[in-house]
């Protein structure tokens, strides 16, 4: 049996990096679903019909890549706020509503992401923070605000 073999080129800019990724995914057809495994042994199973989707029981490739949105700031906020400048952050709250384009790439035209910090945090040094974290340190945030209308917003509940 021959295999056959194409690549092919999405638009976007040339890549420049050199931290490849590497993710090694298998589709069960029996179960619908998709699992893919992470670079370092982590498995992520993800719906791939409606049928599965519909049931509630396991996320969808748009739930887990806007949950990974949600993931990349708090990692952020833990990495800058907590671990370099020993900011006291007692709790985070990350909420994301978005829009999807009707028509096939079915995009974000819009996405607001609403942070809640409760903890001894300057509103300022925070507002500095967040602004750095979604327009420069998350990846994730970098690639929506490239394809859609990104918002957020900062709400700090003092402690």
């Known amino acids: 049996?021959?295999?056959?073999?194409?690549?092919k080129i999405h638009a976007?800019?040339?890549p420049i990096g050199a931290n490849m990724m590497k993710i090694d995914a298998t589709w069960d057809k029996e179960a619908g679903s998709l699992v893919a495994t992470t670079p370092i042994g982590c498995k992520i199973t993800m719906?791939?019909?409606?049928h599965l989707l519909d049931s509630g029981k396991i996320p969808g490739p748009m739930d887990l890549f806007v949950s990974a949105l949600a993931g990349c700031v708090v990692f952020e906020i833990n990495e800058i706020m907590m671990n370099k400048d020993q900011i006291?952050?007692?709790?985070?709250?990350?909420k994301i509503n978005g829009v999807r384009r009707p028509t096939p790439p079915t995009l974000f035209d819009t996405?607001?992401?609403t942070i809640t910090m409760t903890g001894k945090i300057d509103k300022d040094y925070a507002d500095r923070v967040i602004q750095e974290i979604i327009t420069r340190n998350?990846?994730?945030a970098a690639t929506f605000g490239r394809a859609s209308y990104l918002t957020w917003e900062l709400i700090i509940i003092p402690s």
Do not use: F, W, Y
């Open 47 to 50: 719906a791939t019909t409606d």
């Open 1 to 7: 049996m021959n295999t056959e073999q194409s690549t």
């Open 12 to 14: 976007g800019a040339q």
């Open 138 to 140: 998350c990846p994730v």
């Open 111 to 113: 996405l607001h992401i």
């Open 88 to 94: 006291e952050v007692k709790d985070i709250n990350v």
